[in-house]
């Protein structure tokens, strides 16, 4: 079993705009290049994941990706995550992955244990797809493809039902996973909280995202 890692990844340049009325675009822009290296951080360190591919029009998060030993691939383009996705899901075929696990850069807290527990985990299937939904349970944060071309991805708004449902119709076996490492990407103000909580409670993981959070903190109190 060959496992690929597929990462979009948005330039850095106008990052999290959601977040533009708390953060200025410096600090936003730091937090996204901050959480994309946590995430590449934890996936060299995930024993089952054997590649990662990262689609990217950021030149810098293309350097930054072969820091790590990822692969970069252009998305001049840059139509979405979806076709990202379909992108990273062809070039991985033709390097001979069996399955894919699509991931966000957005969730720093992602834990290296989690992820070899979730591809260690045995199935009688031949063909499936597991769902990691965010922490609402209604997008999906993580996507276990296996063939890598199995379905095709439909994320968006509600992107986990809907998932679940285009599985099904593909003759996949279906398995929801609840991981809590994953289950927090970071969009909103809400998500933010969120995660310095998570990062608060915790002395490990996300030394990157903690860094820059601490030294907003001690520059800007206010936020």
Known sequence: MSTFAILPVKRFEGAK????????AGPRRALAEAMYVDVLTAL???????RVLVLTADPGAQRVAEGYDAIPLDDPAEAGQNRAVMRGVAHARELGATRVL???????MLDPADLDALLGRPRTADRYVVIVPDRHGEGTNGLLLCPPDGMKPSYGVDSCARHKALAEEAGLAVE???IPSVALDVDTPDDLDALRELIASRRGGAAHTRGMLNQLLRTNPKN
């Open 102 to 108: 699509c991931l966000s850069g957005d969730t720093p």
């Open 44 to 50: 060299r360190r995930t024993q089952g994941v054997d």
């Open 17 to 24: 705009g959601r977040l533009a009325g708390g953060l200025a």
């Open 176 to 178: 929801i996973a609840e």
